[in-house]
């Protein structure tokens, strides 16, 4: 049985579906605190099967023993997590005891049922300010913020957790930026209030709930001036856990990977493709540059393709078909 912790967020709830279709068992664990009950509904849709759920929170010993005691759990995929970069600059604390404290909990509870297979949710926010593109595993670390410093500090935990026990089968994942839906357009992303990242942000601008965009920077040493990222479709992220849980056990020692393309877009790019895919206008304005962003960032995603026998499949347009097609079925997301 998987124990997937997090399992009703965005990511999460897409990778129930793959880890469904690839034959696992699993079980969800989650608080609730940043998605709803709703989205599992959905799952159970789209899958025809219930879903196993226990809600509690990862800093809880007794939450977290309580779905070991229920359930033979040999694996865990740990999405549970808080993602939000402004709101941690404003919060440290509950970004580090959410994020830290709750995997501490988690870790040392598998520890005491014996179950040491982790697949852990890492960020390719650990790079910082790359120095070069495309990213590989090996480019050194480095954070500036303490949403960052969660992924970063985590990362390390597990490295040395396998130090202390090299039984312990480890796949650190570091997605790029995780766009789209599942294709039913019944479960997406659902940011609570305003979105902070660029797709929900257009999607919802195209559907009318903003009246433009605001283009973080116009003067960045790329193609048309905007930043560029390697944006990659959730439903190809989802399937990078199932490919880790295959591979995990003949594990040796912490695998790092990249989850991306390998292709960067710009926020114009992006402008251009979604109103491609929508048929929707997405008015915009040039803006200041946001505080802490980068230029350029995209994987290289060869290591995962060796390691993991894992690329990924879908372009653009479908990124953005996906998108639309969730937002406006959608359009106040699960409420
Ligand atoms: P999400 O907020 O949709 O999902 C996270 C889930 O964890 C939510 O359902 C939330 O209720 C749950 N959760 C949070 N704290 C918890 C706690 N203490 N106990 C139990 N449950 C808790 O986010 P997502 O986009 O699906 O991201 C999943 C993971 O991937 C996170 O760890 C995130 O940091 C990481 N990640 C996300 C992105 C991205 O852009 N979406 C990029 C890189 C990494
Ligand atoms: N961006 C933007 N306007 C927005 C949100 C984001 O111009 O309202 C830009 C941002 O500056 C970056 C890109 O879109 O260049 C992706 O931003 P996002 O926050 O989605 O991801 P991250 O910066 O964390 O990679």
């Known amino acids: 049985m998987v124990l997937v912790t997090g399992g009703a967020g965005y990511i999460g709830s897409h990778t129930c579906i793959a880890l469904h279709q690839a034959g696992f068992d699993f079980l969800v664990f989650d608080n609730l605190c940043n998605s709803s009950l709703e989205s599992l509904k959905r799952v159970e849709k789209i899958i025809n099967k219930k879903i196993k759920f226990v809600e509690g929170d990862i800093r809880s010993k007794e939450n977290m023993q309580k779905a070991f005691e229920m359930y033979e759990i040999d694996s865990v995929i740990h999405f549970a997590g808080l993602k939000a970069v402004g709101e941690s600059v404003e919060l440290p604390l509950k970004y580090y005891d959410n994020n830290i404290n709750g995997t501490l909990v988690l870790l040392e509870v598998m520890q005491e049922y014996n179950c040491k297979k982790i697949v852990f949710s890492s960020s390719a926010t650990v790079y910082g300010d790359p120095h070069t593109t495309p990213i590989k595993e090996d480019f050194p670390l480095s954070c500036t913020n303490p949403y960052g410093r969660t992924k970063l500090f985590i990362e390390e935990i597990l490295r040395d957790v396998y130090r202390a026990d090299s039984d312990f089968k480890i796949v650190i994942l570091r997605y790029f930026n995780p766009v789209g839906a599942h294709q039913s357009g019944t479960i997406g992303e659902d940011p609570n209030g305003k979105p902070n990242n660029l797709m929900p942000f257009i999607a919802q601008t195209a559907v009318g709930k903003h009246e433009f965009l605001s283009v973080f920077g116009d003067d960045y040493d790329t193609i048309d001036g905007t930043g560029v990222r390697d944006y990659i479709h959730v439903v190809d992220l989802a399937q990078g856990h199932v490919n880790s849980l295959q591979k995990i056990s003949s594990l ?84």
Do not use: H
Not at 311 to 335: H, I, V
């Open 252 to 335: 040796d020692g912490v695998l790092t990977v990249n989850l991306g393309t390998g292709n960067g877009y710009s926020v114009l790019e992006m402008v251009a493709a979604f109103e491609k895919a929508s048929g929707k206008k997405v008015a915009y304005k040039i803006a200041p540059r946001r505080e802490g962003d980068i230029a350029a960032c995209f994987a290289d995603p060869a290591y995962a393709k060796e390691v993991l026998g894992w690329s990924a499949t879908k372009e653009l347009n479908e990124m953005c078909e996906d998108s639309w097609r969730w937002q406006s079925n959608n359009p106040n997301g699960y409420n």
